[in-house]
């Protein structure tokens, strides 16, 4: 794993621009798999203010809640539509999300493990739950899983009722990439901030490999990088090591 410690939240983003930037510059057609929630808020806020030319990527979210259909203001699709389809014009042909309202989630979540596979992904750009998950891959999700429908946990709905009006509305199941379609990923980037991520960050890095802890699964991948910030750095061991390795974030010289 790659770990970098960036000052704040603003720089571990601006990072992570940097590392999508860096790809689709090189790779104009790259195909991208991204992440919702709040930490991705800034990064996409940095991929629409910059010119990145995404008008021949092609992106594959992690996740959508079963139940909601794409219109749903509280789909992933419309999360991702608000922040960065819409404002880099990116069209419904090029970004995929599973779909949460198809009638067979099973069969949709088969139908989208297939359109991953077939090419597969260049970078995959993942953020952490509290409790460890990727995706919604939640504590004891099989490491060899692969997109297919999960139960959330509590937790996971509380932390995600902020997003809706009533926290009763928070579907209790979702469509999601399992562990080893991230871990097929050619670059897998995770970014976490804030010391709400601390624990986890820790336990996904310095933890035994665990399915307790999906994100530890990633210790497996050969091209891991891992952003966070000195908030959710703060429960690291060996955080002087990671600091010395790349210091401010930056690469080491030789
Ligand atoms: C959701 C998503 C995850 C995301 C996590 C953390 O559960 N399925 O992909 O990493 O939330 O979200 P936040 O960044 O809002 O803390």
Redesign the pocket.
């Known amino acids: 794993m790659k770990l970098l410690i960036l000052p704040d939240a603003a720089a571990a983003a601006a990072r992570v621009v940097d590392e999508i930037r860096d790809l689709v510059d090189e790779k104009p057609d790259a195909r991208l798999g991204l992440?919702?929630?709040?930490?991705?808020e800034p990064v996409y806020q940095g991929l629409v203010a910059s010119d990145a030319d995404l008008s021949r990527v092609t992106t594959f979210n992690?996740?959508e809640y079963v139940g909601l259909s794409p219109q749903h203001p509280q789909s992933y699709r419309s999360f991702m539509e608000a922040r960065l389809f819409g404002p880099k014009r990116m069209s419904r042909k090029q970004t995929h999300l599973p779909q949460g309202d198809a009638p067979d989630p099973e069969a949709e979540a088969d139908r989208y493990e297939a359109q991953i596979a077939d090419g597969g992904l260049d970078l995959q750009l993942?953020?952490?739950?509290?409790n460890g998950?990727?995706?919604?891959n939640e504590p004891t999700s099989s490491l060899g899983s692969r997109t297919r429908v999960k139960t959330l946990t509590r937790r996971?709905r509380d932390?995600?009722a902020r997003f809706f009006d009533d926290p009763d509305e928070v579907p209790r199941f979702?469509i999601?990439m399992g562990i080893a379609t991230i871990l097929d990923a050619r670059h897998v980037v995770l970014l976490a901030t804030g010391s709400a991520?601390a624990e986890a960050v820790a336990a996904m890095v310095e933890g035994p490999l665990s399915a307790v802890c999906p994100a530890s699964a990633l210790q497996l991948h050969r091209r891991a990088t891992i952003v966070v910030d000195e908030a959710a750095a703060s429960s690291l061991a060996l955080r002087d090591y990671y600091e010395t390795v790349h210091p401010g974030g930056a690469e080491p010289e030789l």
């Open positions: 992440a919702t929630g709040g930490t991705m992690l996740d993942l953020g952490i739950g509290a998950h990727i995706g919604f996971t932390d995600n979702a999601t991520k």
